[in-house]
């Protein structure tokens, strides 16, 4: 394959998402509704070789323009490749996205002053990043490792006995207790759309964590979760206390087969039971039911939320941020 690579302005809608659904590197993060949804100012590009898309690029800018900025809204942005063309082998594919990668450095490192991105588990290959200005003490690029944990979901929908669901088997003593003592206790599991149980919780949490988050950024979040509930994209579980009070809330946003766990909030008054527990579980069987088959717990990059999400017994998944100014 030639390589006449150009870097285009492009745009969000259903051209952007056909090409997206077709690779492996995309995530509902990249998805137009989702997108549109999180209101952040976003560049979009796509690389051709010749006439023909062989990667898409969506970065979310500063209110100037000129920087790529980490959003917490989406959680994996960057490139996205093309499926392979006719009869390329594995060596062919690798060698293509390496040439297309240190093009998009190239590009982007011209159009923006300052540079991070956290990069989708699937790119494995992140070479071009750090051989740009390769031996030079400035204007390269740092790389940092970030985890996360892939859940694979398909027992929950075959079985309610603990013990043939492999995530059971695989999942820490404590955790295994205290999914017994939640159906033991036959704690309630309900879906809701009550956005503001959420937000209450979500902001006491923080508050006792000594963390303040602007009305601003709250009312972002509630936009974005009143379009996603209305679009079937996002899906709001809660568990309840003996007495029948929602107790904690998780919250997921779907496409296809892959869900990703996007909030998690208790009342501060449960933190110590197991309430936080029995709402992930029985997600897992609600999404199942779904034809959800993978559940990416986004994020395990802290010891206390690490500790938690990997006692669930799923895998841990690698993935880069990289930064550039």
Same mark, same amino acid.
Not at 51 to 71: K, S, W
């Given at each position: 394959?030639?390589?006449?690579?150009?870097?285009?302005?492009?745009?969000? @809608?259903?051209?952007w998402? %056909? !090409?997206?659904?077709?690779s492996?590197?995309?995530?509902? /993060?990249?998805?137009?509704?989702?997108?549109?949804?999180? +209101?952040?100012?976003?560049?979009?590009?796509?690389?051709l070789?010749?006439?023909?898309?062989?990667?898409?690029?969506?970065? *979310?800018?500063?209110?100037?323009?000129?920087? *790529?900025?980490?959003?917490?809204? &989406? %959680?994996?942005?960057?490139?996205?490749?093309?499926?392979?063309?006719?009869?390329?082998?594995?060596a062919?594919?690798?060698?293509?996205? /390496?040439?297309?990668?240190? =093009?998009? %450095?190239?590009?982007?490192?011209?159009?923006?002053?300052?540079?991070?991105?956290?990069?989708? $588990?699937?790119?494995?290959?992140?070479?071009? =990043?750090?051989?740009?200005?390769?031996?030079?003490?400035?204007?390269?690029?740092?790389?940092?490792?970030?985890?996360?944990?892939y859940?694979?979901?398909?027992?929950?929908?075959?079985?309610?006995?603990?013990?043939?669901?492999?995530?059971?088997?695989?999942?820490?003593?404590?955790?295994?207790?205290? %999914?017994?003592?939640?159906?033991? +206790?036959?704690?309630?599991?309900?879906?809701?759309?009550?956005?503001?149980?959420?937000?209450? /919780?979500?902001?006491?949490?923080?508050?006792?964590?000594?963390?303040?988050?602007?009305?601003?950024?709250?009312?972002?979040?509630?936009?974005?979760?009143?379009?996603?509930?209305?679009? @079937?994209?996002?899906?709001?579980?809660?568990?309840?206390?003996?007495?029948?009070?929602?107790?904690?809330?998780?919250?997921?946003?779907?496409?296809? !087969?892959?869900?990703?766990?996007? /909030?998690?909030?208790?009342?501060?008054?449960?933190?110590?039971? !197991?309430?936080?527990?029995?709402v992930?579980?029985e997600?897992f069987?609600?999404?199942?039911?779904?034809?959800?088959?993978? *559940?990416?717990?986004?994020? &395990?990059?802290? $010891?206390?939320?690490?500790?938690?999400?990997?006692?669930?017994? @799923?895998?841990?998944?690698?993935?880069?941020? &990289?930064?550039?100014?």
């Amino acid at each position: 394959m030639s390589k006449n690579y150009k870097l285009l302005n492009t745009s969000l @809608g259903s051209d952007w998402d %056909i !090409f997206n659904l077709k690779s492996k590197d995309s995530s509902v /993060f990249a998805n137009t509704d989702y997108l549109k949804s999180t +209101n952040a100012k976003l560049g979009l590009y796509k690389i051709l070789n010749s006439d023909e898309i062989r990667a898409q690029i969506f970065l *979310v800018e500063n209110d100037c323009g000129d920087e *790529v900025i980490e959003d917490d809204l &989406v %959680i994996y942005s960057g490139i996205i490749f093309g499926n392979s063309t006719n009869n390329q082998n594995k060596a062919q594919v690798l060698s293509e996205r /390496f040439d297309i990668l240190s =093009f998009f %450095i190239k590009e982007i490192t011209k159009k923006y002053k300052k540079i991070n991105l956290s990069l989708n $588990p699937s790119i494995k290959d992140i070479r071009p =990043f750090q051989w740009h200005n390769y031996k030079k003490k400035e204007y390269i690029f740092t790389t940092n490792i970030k985890y996360t944990s892939y859940i694979d979901i398909k027992d929950f929908k075959r079985d309610r006995d603990l013990l043939n669901i492999e995530c059971f088997r695989n999942a820490s003593s404590s955790r295994r207790q205290e %999914i017994r003592y939640s159906k033991k +206790n036959k704690l309630k599991f309900s879906k809701s759309s009550n956005i503001e149980i959420f937000l209450r /919780f979500y902001k006491d949490s923080l508050t006792k964590q000594s963390i303040f988050i602007p009305e601003k950024e709250i009312n972002r979040i509630r936009n974005l979760l009143n379009d996603l509930i209305a679009l @079937g994209i996002a899906h709001i579980f809660c568990s309840h206390n003996i007495e029948g009070e929602i107790a904690s809330i998780a919250i997921f946003i779907v496409e296809e !087969f892959k869900a990703y766990y996007m /909030f998690g909030a208790s009342n501060h008054e449960e933190r110590n039971s !197991f309430s936080g527990t029995h709402v992930l579980w029985e997600s897992f069987f609600e999404l199942a039911e779904m034809g959800i088959q993978l *559940v990416d717990l986004e994020g &395990v990059n802290s $010891p206390k939320r690490g500790w938690f999400k990997l006692s669930f017994g @799923g895998e841990l998944i690698p993935y880069y941020k &990289v930064s550039y100014q």
